[in-house]
T-cell receptor, first 113, second 117 residues
Framework: GNSVTQMEGPVTLSEEAFLTINCTYTATGYPSLFWYVQYPGEGLQLLLK?????DKGSNKGFEATYRKETTSFHLEKGSVQVSDSAVYFCALRMNTGFQKLVFGTGTRLLVSP | GAVVSQHPSWVICKSGTSVKIECRSLDFQATTMFWYRQFPKQSLMLMATSNEGSKATYEQGVEKDKFLINHASLTLSTLTVTSAHPEDSSFYICSASVRGRGGETQYFGPGTRLLVL
């Protein structure tokens, strides 16, 4: 079946450090890929998405590129802030017919001043 | 745009009582809404998919008589936890899907924290 694998956290960084959170997927076709962010005590917010190979999603300084050859969608940010501390979920959804979102287990990011 | 609200944001109830959680799409119509459950430090588990005017589709292992879902309109879906027990304590999150030029996107509510004593 379709699945998403994320690096285990927590990821602990100092402010202004470079961030990478790895995400790889397994799918029988060509899914759309998403990153969601969950701040403490809140629901998920869509951070960015990419719907086909080589697309780059970007938002709030975060970027992720849909790599079909490596089946990856790694999340990056050049300079993290304390306010970026949250849990980040990678997810996929197949594009044929109705398909549900498949989430990874989430990666907690802790940014210290 | 694309705001989804949930009410209440948190609820504490006694074992054996029923609790209703509302999910509303505030500025768009959602033909499909989803209900998730999240345990501490874990990912979201899809419980059911709700389409307006029809019965919800439950994921394997989710008791439909325990978790009643009603999707009465294009902007409102409700989840009722019947005869709640302490093991039902969790964070419940709804989402609503919008279909646009870029495909389908799910927008999530802020979640409802349920504590059953």
């Amino acid at each position: 079946g379709n699945s998403v694998t994320q690096m285990e956290g927590p990821v602990t960084l100092s402010e202004e450090a470079f961030l990478t959170i790895n995400c790889t997927y397994t799918a029988t076709g060509y899914p759309s890929l998403f990153w969601y962010v969950q701040y403490p005590g809140e629901g998920l917010q869509l951070l960015l998405k990419a719907t086909k190979a080589d697309d780059k999603g970007s938002n709030k300084g975060f970027e992720a590129t849909y790599r079909k050859e490596t089946t990856s969608f790694h999340l990056e940010k050049g300079s993290v802030q304390v306010s970026d501390s949250a849990v980040y979920f990678c997810a996929l959804r197949m594009n044929t017919g109705f398909q549900k979102l498949v989430f990874g287990t989430g990666t907690r990011l802790l940014v210290s001043p | 745009g694309a705001v989804v609200s949930q009410h209440p944001s948190w609820v504490i109830c006694k074992s054996g009582t029923s609790v209703k959680i509302e999910c509303r799409s505030l500025d768009f119509q959602a033909t499909t809404m989803f209900w998730y459950r999240q345990f501490p430090k874990q990912s979201l588990m899809l419980m059911a998919t709700s389409n307006e005017g029809s019965k919800a589709t439950y994921e394997q292992g989710v008791e439909k008589d325990k978790f009643l879902i009603n999707h009465a309109s294009l902007t409102l879906s409700t989840l009722t936890v019947t005869s709640a027990h302490p093991e039902d304590s969790s964070f419940y999150i709804c989402s609503a899907s919008v279909r646009g030029r870029g495909g389908e996107t799910q927008y999530f509510g802020p979640g409802t924290r349920l504590l059953v004593l």
